[in-house]
């Protein structure tokens, strides 16, 4: 629980000056408010400043400039200040990826919040999914339609499964039914933010759900998907990239500093790089246009081309720099070229 004077700032670090009812209407009003100002980013742990999940510090840090955090620790805010607010939330453990992934023993790389309104029964709250929803989801089974974005809820096993909407990087997510406590994310905290093989290691990723678009940086690509948009933009220097922290995430660049944001775009600059290369090779090794079909680098350095036609989805996930934010990408059979974790 926080004082009234940090959630007073946290609220008006979300652009709210009154504290909303606990009923379904106020979580509406500060699920919105805080998915629309806290931009999912792994930029602590590009910068190697991860630190175990505190929510004082986590607070701390979306108070100054701009920040916010990937799955574990964007949620744990919410879920703090939903409590603070009166609200009765619950963490779920959660795996963004294949909808196997949690029968396929794949670990935990999501933190879920389930929050109980007096009004509308279960929902979800999700502000650590950059794709997701601006507004909760009814914990209901059944097709969802958020904004211009179409989800679907199911039950599956002990949990429930999430489908991505058509413009998402990421099949879906699990989330179990048990309520869990925030030391059983920590290892599995420590795992994504320091492993080689977590994805928020390999590549820098920004990202924000807008009203009709889903606008990611990754490495030094901007992408911009929705009904009717797909855009892709290298950034050309640091000045644009810092541009785009800006203007785009309200990250500032000043509050970041020199030194940070050089290492930064060193960083996206290198992952970006790293990715070239392996498509320029297939591009001479074979006809097919743009190198690694339907790859997360093609499409960060080539233009947009028609999709594939639809194919069964795979249950590996694919990992490494320019990959989902949810650490687990749609692969090249998915039914529409895939983009973002």
Known sequence: ?????????????????????????????????FVSHVPYEDLAVQLG??????PLALIKRVLRGGRGGYCFEANTVLQTLLETLGFAVERRQGIVGARDAHTAGVPTNHLALVVHTPDAGPVIAESGWGEGPLDPLPLIEGPVRAGVFNFRIERQSDGWWVTQHEFGSSAGFWFADAAATLADFQPHHERLATSPDSSFVQTLVV????????????????????????????????????????????IDPEALGPERLHRLWAKAADQHEAHRAPTR?????????????????????????????????????????????????????????????
Not at 11 to 23: E, S, V
Not at 212 to 240: K, M, W
Not at 282 to 295: I, K, T
Not at 311 to 340: I, L, N, Q, V, Y
């Open 1 to 33: 629980m926080l004082d009234d004077i940090t959630c007073d700032r946290l609220l008006q670090r979300i652009g709210l000056t009154d504290r909303p009812a606990t009923d379904a209407s106020g979580l509406r009003v500060v699920h919105r408010a």
């Open 49 to 54: 400043e991860s630190e175990p999940l505190d």
């Open 207 to 250: 990202q924000q759900p807008f009203e009709d678009r889903i606008v990611t940086v990754r490495a030094r690509t901007v992408f911009t998907d929705g009904p009717g948009r797909r855009h892709r933009r290298v950034l050309e220097n640091p000045q644009a990239f810092a541009a785009v922290l800006r203007d785009t995430f309200g």
């Open 281 to 341: 090779h297939a591009d001479r090794e074979s006809p097919r246009v743009g190198g690694h079909a339907g790859s997360a680098t093609a499409r960060s350095v080539t233009p947009p081309r028609q999709p594939k036609p639809p194919g069964p989805p795979s249950a590996t996930p694919r990992r490494g720099p320019e990959a989902s934010p949810g650490e687990h990408r749609r692969t090249s059979s998915h039914r529409r070229p895939p983009r973002s974790a």
